[in-house]
């Protein structure tokens, strides 16, 4: 299964594309909002970290964009922000992401909700059962 990491913290990139690597994942990141975008139109992933204050747009315009594109619209998002306006995190909770996390994000709760997402996405239909990528 893939997973898009979108931040522009690129320790923090670093920590969760090597913290997904050993569960199995295969990572691909991009540090600014056009890079993510781009990176689900061309390769659309199975779940998507999503950074809201980025370089190159912002995650909340990606998040529209996702929210608004059919090919798209049904791959889940975990938005983890630092972002403390209210108005703000309310315009994110109205694109209903399937998860919010704060920064500094514990890594047992994005675990969790990774977890969550993907049992629950698989139940749906939505991804394969049984992937040939990774086995071995």
Same mark, same amino acid.
């Given at each position: 299964?893939?997973?898009?990491?979108?931040?522009?913290?690129?320790?923090?990139? &670093?920590? =969760?594309?090597?913290?997904?690597?050993? +569960? $199995?994942?295969? %990572?691909?990141?991009?540090?600014? *909002?056009?890079?993510?975008?781009?990176?689900?139109?061309?390769?659309?992933?199975?779940?998507?970290?999503?950074?809201?204050?980025?370089?190159?747009?912002?995650?909340?315009?990606?998040? &529209?964009? =996702?929210?608004?594109?059919?090919?798209? +619209? $049904?791959?889940? %998002?975990?938005?983890?922000?630092? *972002?403390?306006?209210?108005?703000?995190?309310?315009?994110?909770?109205?694109?209903?992401?399937?998860?919010?996390?704060?920064?500094?994000?514990?890594?047992?709760?994005?675990?969790?909700?990774?977890?969550?997402?993907?049992?629950?996405?698989?139940?749906?239909?939505?991804?394969?059962?049984?992937?040939?990528?990774?086995?071995?």
């Amino acid at each position: 299964m893939r997973i898009l990491v979108a931040d522009d913290d690129v320790v923090l990139t &670093r920590l =969760l594309q090597q913290r997904l690597h050993d +569960r $199995g994942f295969e %990572v691909q990141i991009a540090h600014d *909002a056009l890079q993510a975008w781009q990176t689900v139109r061309r390769e659309p992933p199975d779940l998507i970290l999503l950074d809201i204050k980025m370089p190159g747009g912002t995650g909340l315009a990606v998040l &529209r964009r =996702l929210k608004n594109n059919q090919a798209v +619209r $049904g791959v889940p %998002v975990i938005v983890i922000t630092a *972002a403390e306006e209210q108005s703000l995190l309310q315009q994110i909770l109205a694109l209903q992401p399937h998860a919010l996390l704060r920064k500094p994000v514990k890594l047992t709760d994005l675990d969790f909700e990774i977890s969550r997402l993907l049992a629950k996405r698989e139940l749906a239909g939505s991804a394969p059962q049984n992937s040939p990528k990774g086995s071995g």
